[in-house]
């Protein structure tokens, strides 16, 4: 997490091997770049990750273990409201 205190995305070079296109027992870059790289493109979710990680910074280790459950909650398997006030799923794990 301490990463995103300096908006940085530490990604995996692992790639999913050829016999099994559409899994993968681990996050590979194909689901760095296909799935966390586009929410980056949005100000307010790269302002919300960094204070993620500037939350982490000198935080103990079970808070550490807090903050990035929060995250990877949000961020994986997320839940949004739209502007219509409908509920939207998104994140990298879909």
């Not at 949005?42 to 990680?53: A, K, L, N, V, W």
């Not at 990035?68 to 998104?90: I, N, P, Q």
Request: hydrophobic share 35%.
């Amino acid at each position: 997490l301490n990463g995103l205190a300096f908006r940085t995305f530490f990604c995996t070079q692992y790639i999913r091997h050829p016999s099994m296109p559409l899994y993968t027992p681990e996050p590979d870059i194909c689901h760095e770049l296909l799935g966390h790289v586009p929410m980056f493109v949005d100000r307010d979710f790269c302002d919300f990750s960094q204070e993620i990680g500037l939350a982490s910074l000198g935080a103990s280790d079970e808070d550490v273990l807090k903050l990035a459950r929060c995250y990877w909650h949000s961020v994986e398997f997320g839940l949004c409201r739209g502007e219509d006030g409908t509920h939207k799923a998104y994140g990298a794990g879909l």
